[in-house]
């Protein structure tokens, strides 16, 4: 539900009836902008990520499933060296609408075991729900847990190709940036990968710093 560059988009109107319980958030405010990275997918141009990211001296929040994370220790560990936030998307990436309480209970807790035995640390209390499916009770059960999920601003339909390459990623990012933006992209995207530079730089000279989005705070 975009609006014209620079303002801040509408939202669906659920989200006007979330509880204080019920912890979320999808915007945040001032001149600050929250790139989101999810990892539920392919692993792809993880180099290219992180070259892009260091040489802009940019810090994002990556959303890593477990099982891309059992499968590939090293790609966590480098996004932790850098100094990245990484927050919970649970084990194994299933919808969370089609599981039973048990079973959600256990997807986030397997993540939370494994970000510790290979991190050291316990992982900060910070979700997102797989494909972004949730449903009241399972966004309450979350928040029961601790979590504050985290929804976005911006997204694209990166999971296809994209048209015009990396012109359609920068041109989704830069058309859309607003106060607090939490900028939604996959890893599996080669085309975002590909544009990540310049979407860095372009938002940094129009004059937004990047952030955590630990410093967010769910609506009251």
Known sequence: MKKKTGQVPDFPKETKSFTADQKAVWVGTGKKVYLTIDAGGPLI???????????????ANFFISGNNIKLNPDYLKRVVADGHFVANHTMTHKDFNELSDDQIRKEITDFEALYKKLTGKEVEKYFRFPYGHYNMHNLSLVS?????????????????????????????IMN???????????????????????????IKKRGYEFALVNDLQPKK
């Open 45 to 59: 141009e993880v180099d290219l990520m992180l070259k892009s990211l260091k040489e802009n001296g940019v810090k």
């Open 144 to 172: 029961s847990m601790g979590y504050t999920s985290v929804f976005w601003s911006t997204a694209m339909r990166d999971w296809e190709p994209r048209e015009n390459g990396a012109e359609d990623p920068y041109n989704d």
């Open 176 to 202: 859309n940036l607003h106060d607090g933006n939490i900028i939604l992209m996959h890893q599996g995207s080669l085309e975002n990968m590909q544009a990540l530079a310049r979407i860095c730089k372009e």
